[in-house]
């Protein structure tokens, strides 16, 4: 008999990475239009366990309306003689693989900000009542983890009886986060790798270490460790952090090696305190995301939770989307929000010194990790809303970054022709560029150092503007 015979849908491996349009959505759960969604994993003792027993508080999966989104409370509770807490966070991350093994569920993201749906053809098969999937997700910890020995499962969906459980779960995180700050990096000889997301981004693997958290903010340096010792042939395991190679940029050879290998080749270097050369790749499942702002020479970061357009003008999705999937593009880095509180945070890129923006939830949150002569000088959405608005505000607070720029040209008053032509000597370049993007026939072709040659050149004024400045 299958372990999973009474569900009504498939359970398998072959489902993760699934994912589920709004126009085949039957329900969802969580994500960018609920404030209140957590999963917690709480280590008992066993005679406090009701082994398999399944609780629903609110609405089942079939009382939601068609199309609707849904608060979400996901509480494991496992027992075990040899389950310790510090093991919490490991089995928590799993209730995010665990659960896309379920044919027609999505589940995306982890803790606080998890996002999961449920499409029509699932739903029309059976998979209307979160029984079935509590059963599911028992069967998988209990099978894979065989430390587990009791588990109980409580879905929330009462939009009041899930706030209380859901403050709870943020003060746990924190405290969980606390407790993991203070080792550094350059006092291990092994980092910790997990492979989870590769489902979702297949050239993506996630590299922690003690100043480092996974992008996702769930898996600290500890949990790693945790994790490997547990379930050794897992996605989390161990490696070898090997020479260091550049210890400002953070490349280490055994980071350079892991990720060669678990990508097939597709990245060959990772620099962990950069966003750019090689920055560390993400999947999707990120917190946040850092963004260069090239007309201030600054970083802005954004979180999930963020509803609004970010100062140059870009809603969160867009700028996810510049760094999603396993690539390495430059000025776009995933990141956790623990990560800002680390002084690896963009280490080789300036640190705090080179954040310009922030949205004020996450400037609140890490407020007592930026250097205490910044913390007023980092703008939020409350501060400037356009570029121009944040030159200024970043000039009116003396910002460290104003003393990088380069003054403006300052215009010169003479009479200048309307048009300058002027012949090229033979085989001299008038422009040489390390990368030059084409787009031509539905391809993106790059020029890398690329040398462009001309006979003659012609210089015209921009309307309203004359040759050598701004025009009055």
């Given at each position: 008999?299958?372990?999973?015979?009474?569900?009504?849908?498939?359970?398998?491996?072959?489902?993760?990475?699934?994912?589920?349009?709004?126009?085949?959505?039957?329900?969802?759960?969580?994500?960018?239009?609920?404030?209140?969604?957590?999963?917690?994993?709480?280590?008992?003792?066993?005679?406090?366990?009701?082994?398999?027993?399944?609780?629903?508080?609110?609405?089942?999966?079939?009382?939601?309306?068609?199309?609707?989104?849904?608060?979400?409370?996901?509480?494991?509770?496992?027992?075990?003689?040899?389950?310790?807490?510090?093991?919490?966070?490991?089995?928590?991350?799993?209730?995010?693989?665990?659960?896309?093994?379920?044919?027609?569920?999505?589940?995306?993201?982890?803790?606080?900000?998890?996002?999961?749906r449920l499409d029509k053809k699932s739903f029309q098969k059976g998979l209307n009542s979160f029984v079935h999937v509590g059963k599911v997700l028992q069967r998988l910890f209990k099978s894979e983890l065989s430390i587990v020995e009791k588990i109980q499962t409580t879905f929330i969906t009462d939009p009041e009886k899930i706030k209380d459980p859901w403050k709870e779960s943020l003060e746990i995180?924190?405290?969980?986060?606390?407790?993991?700050?203070?080792?550094?990096?350059?006092?291990?000889?092994?980092?910790?790798?997990?492979?989870?997301?590769?489902?979702?981004?297949?050239?993506?693997?996630?590299?922690?270490?003690?100043?480092?958290?996974?992008?996702?903010?769930?898996?600290?340096?500890?949990?790693?460790?945790?994790?490997?010792?547990?379930?050794?042939?897992?996605?989390?395991?161990?490696i070898d952090k090997g020479e260091v190679i550049d210890a400002e940029k953070g490349e280490f050879a055994g980071v350079n090696e892991t990720a060669k290998q678990k990508s097939l080749g597709e990245v060959t270097k990772v620099w962990l305190y950069t966003s750019f050369g090689y920055p560390h790749t993400s999947c999707g499942c990120f917190e946040g995301a850092a963004f260069y702002i090239p007309e201030v020479d600054g970083f802005g970061v954004v979180h999930r939770g963020f509803k609004d357009v970010t100062v140059n003008g870009l809603p969160f999705s867009t700028i996810a989307d510049s760094t999603a999937g396993g690539r390495q593009v430059d000025g776009f880095h995933g990141i956790s929000i623990e990560y800002m509180r680390s002084?690896?945070?963009?280490?080789?890129?300036?640190?705090?010194?080179?954040?310009?923006?922030?949205?004020?939830?996450?400037?609140?949150?890490?407020?007592?990790?930026?250097?205490?002569?910044?913390?007023?000088?980092?703008?939020?959405?409350?501060?400037?809303?356009?570029?121009?608005?944040?030159?200024?505000?970043?000039?009116?607070?003396?910002?460290?970054?104003?003393?990088?720029?380069?003054?403006?040209?300052?215009?010169?008053?003479?009479?200048?022709?309307?048009?300058?032509?002027?012949?090229?000597?033979?085989?001299?370049?008038?422009?040489t560029v390390p990368q030059l993007p084409i787009t031509m026939g539905g391809y993106k072709i790059i020029l890398k150092d690329a040398k462009i040659y001309a006979k003659k050149v012609i210089i015209r004024p921009m309307k309203g503007e004359k040759l050598g400045g701004k025009g009055k």
């Open positions: 008999m299958s372990m999973f015979e009474d569900i009504p849908v498939e359970v398998g491996v072959i489902y993760e990475g699934e994912r589920i349009r709004r126009k085949n959505m039957q329900v969802e759960l969580g994500g960018p239009k609920q404030e209140h969604k957590f999963e917690l994993a709480r280590v008992k003792k066993l005679e406090e366990i009701e082994d398999g027993k399944i609780t629903i508080l609110g609405p089942d999966i079939k009382d939601m309306s068609e199309g609707s989104s849904n608060p979400l409370g996901i509480i494991i509770e496992v027992a075990g003689e040899k389950l310790e807490p510090d093991l919490e966070g490991v089995i928590e991350r799993r209730i995010h693989e665990y659960t896309n093994f379920i044919e027609g569920v999505m589940h995306l993201n982890q803790r606080y900000d998890i996002w999961l995180y924190e405290a969980r986060d606390a407790k993991a700050r203070g080792l550094k990096d350059e006092e291990v000889d092994k980092f910790y790798c997990c492979s989870l997301c590769q489902s979702f981004a297949p050239t993506h693997v996630c590299i922690i270490t003690p100043q480092r958290y996974s992008n996702c903010g769930s898996i600290s340096w500890f949990d790693g460790r945790a994790s490997a010792r547990v379930d050794p042939k897992g996605p989390v395991f161990e002084p690896k945070f963009l280490k080789a890129d300036g640190g705090w010194n080179r954040v310009v923006w922030l949205p004020a939830s996450v400037k609140e949150r890490v407020a007592d990790f930026i250097p205490k002569d910044l913390v007023d000088k980092v703008a939020t959405e409350n501060d400037v809303k356009t570029i121009d608005e944040l030159k200024t505000f970043l000039k009116d607070r003396s910002h460290p970054i104003v003393e990088t720029w380069k003054e403006e040209p300052v215009a010169i008053e003479q009479a200048v022709p309307t048009e300058v032509e002027g012949e090229i000597p033979a085989e001299m370049p008038i422009a």
